[in-house]
């Protein structure tokens, strides 16, 4: 009985690992493993740095970002991403590939990011990148390439980013930017080369947003004129790819390589330069548009053009007949049409112009700002502002004449006037001093009597006559002459006031 157990124990376990059989009797194929010594995490595969000379035969359906880098990889086999459809990033920097071969990509159609830097790649063919239609940035710096085909980028037309710097490039041609479509790239990095020339028209017609993101510092440029000055206006703009790395500009003043100096340092080397500043670049015409208006912007190339389309400043590709919404149409000739403007519309329209009449790509730039309508100001009514003037005036006038003031403005208007108020009023005795005569209570005849040091003896006209017609002031002892509290008046005889009325 134990055993039996035990069998039944196994058989089951072996069911459930197995799964049980399709309809048709055959049991599933087991999941692709993950590759021998490659780190596995959901959607992520890493065999970065194991020294693997080719890329694992098998890897998982699932993987959506591969990372190969820091191996030795030599070659790719054609196909060997066939069965990666959610393939989105993929990594091979710091590998020994020499090249890439037809086929390399073939099925890598939803692939976003591919990296390639840091490798052996000394050129670029035709077909060397096919189906990576959604490939929007591409990583080739610090490898060996010298030659590029002319439509080696052909077929990404979602590229935004390509990275190109520290390889051995000594041309490139800005007119077809080999095989790309200039209104979708926004970065082009061709620093740390060998480019020996600069076509200054071909540049001049590059669309703002793609000179913003054009690195061309560390390369042997010829100490051109026409290109200082296009450099220069650039770095007036405020283009990110000059201000930021002015310092790196060079070019050759002799045509050796000895002869290097820095581009915006030297002015002695330009100091014969005549020609003319301007012209090189059209400059962006300004347009003001109000909301809900409606906004025309015609794309005049200087010779008829094949293909005509428009970036907005949302960076939105146009083409005929225009935006999905319909809010922007494109008309065959190339003219924009925005039937009612909006604020989301404002900022720089670049129009993009190609054909065989024309000698190089041409860019027309548009700034639109766009501000809501302003209502008319009312017209001036004298009449109205006199009769308003004249029934507040007279309102001011009955509140000032009728209007009591508040108990707080009495007082401060009391304490005014107690300040500006000029000598104090004199006292009464002041007064009756000032219609007396004041006399010595001590004659210089007489040393022996003596007055107090505050006694005054005031003789009064006569105000109002007693029994003599006089009236005697009564001095007290310590009568002061500031505080007169103590001063009494009393009618008396004539021998009583007698004392020095001779005098009067």
Same mark, same amino acid.
């Given at each position: ?107 890598? #159609?939803? /692939? $976003?990011? +591919? !990296?390639? %830097? @840091? =490798?052996? &790649? ?6 060397? *990148? ?52 200039? #209104?979708? /790239? $926004?970065? +082009? !990095?061709? %620093? @740390? =080369?060998? &480019? ?6 071909? *540049? ?55 002869? $290097? ?244």
């Amino acid at each position: 009985m134990a055993g039996q157990a035990v069998l039944g124990a196994l058989l089951c376990a072996l069911r459930a690992g197995a799964g049980s059989p399709d309809p048709e009797g055959a049991w599933p194929a087991a999941p692709l493993r993950c590759p021998g010594r490659c780190v596995c995490a959901a959607d992520l595969l890493s065999c970065a740095g194991l020294g693997l000379q080719d890329a694992p035969a098998e890897l998982p359906e699932a993987a959506a970002d591969i990372d190969l880098s820091h191996n030795a990889l030599q070659r790719l086999r054609p196909g060997w991403l066939a069965p990666l459809a959610r393939l989105r990033a993929l990594s091979l920097g710091h590998n020994q590939l020499a090249a890439l071969g037809r086929g390399a990509f073939a099925n890598a #159609s939803g /692939l $976003r990011r +591919l !990296d390639l %830097s @840091s =490798n052996a &790649l000394r050129a670029l063919g035709r077909h060397d *990148l096919g189906g990576l239609g959604a490939l929007e940035t591409l990583l080739l710096f610090d490898n060996r390439l010298a030659h590029l085909d002319p439509l080696a980028f052909r077929g990404l037309g979602a590229l935004r980013r390509l990275y190109l710097g520290c390889n051995e490039l000594a041309a490139f041609s800005f007119d077809s930017l080999h095989g790309l479509s200039a #209104s979708r /790239l $926004r970065t +082009l !990095d061709l %620093s @740390s =080369n060998r &480019l020996a020339r600069a076509p200054v028209p071909a *540049l001049a017609a590059l669309p703002a947003f793609l000179k913003d993101g054009l690195y061309l510092h560390d390369n042997p440029l010829p100490c051109d004129c026409r290109l200082l000055r296009l450099l220069q206006r650039w770095r007036q703009r405020g283009l990110s790819a000059v201000s930021d790395f002015a310092r790196e500009y060079t070019c050759l003043a002799f045509r050796v390589p000895s002869s $290097r100096v820095r581009l915006f340092a030297h002015s002695r080397v330009f100091e014969n330069c005549s020609e003319p500043p301007g012209g090189l670049e059209q400059p962006e015409q300004q347009r003001e548009v109000q909301v809900g208006a409606r906004l025309t912007l015609h794309c005049a190339a200087s010779a008829p053009a094949r293909r005509v389309a428009w970036v907005s400043p949302q960076g939105e590709l146009l083409v005929p007949p225009g935006a999905p919404d319909r809010s922007v149409e494109v008309l065959a000739n190339g003219t924009l049409v925005i039937a009612s403007v909006q604020t989301w519309h404002e900022g720089v329209f670049v129009c993009l112009a190609t054909g065989p009449g024309l000698q190089h790509n041409q860019t027309h730039e548009f700034n639109v700002s766009v501000h809501y309508p302003q209502p008319a100001p009312e017209a001036f009514n004298t009449g109205y502002t006199t009769l308003l003037g004249c029934v507040v005036g007279l309102v001011l006038v009955l509140l000032y004449l009728f209007a009591p003031p508040c108990p707080g403005c009495r007082r401060c208007s009391r304490r005014t006037c107690c300040r500006r108020r000029g000598p104090r009023t004199p006292s009464p005795l002041q007064q009756l001093s000032a219609q007396s005569s004041v006399l010595s209570a001590t004659p210089p005849d007489a040393p022996s009597r003596k007055a107090s040091m505050h006694k005054h003896v005031v003789f009064l006209e006569p105000g109002r006559r007693g029994l003599d017609g006089r009236v005697q002031l009564a001095v007290a002892e310590d009568f002061d002459l500031y505080n007169p509290v103590g001063l009494r008046f009393k009618v008396g005889s004539a021998s009583t006031s007698s004392t020095g009325s001779e005098g009067l």
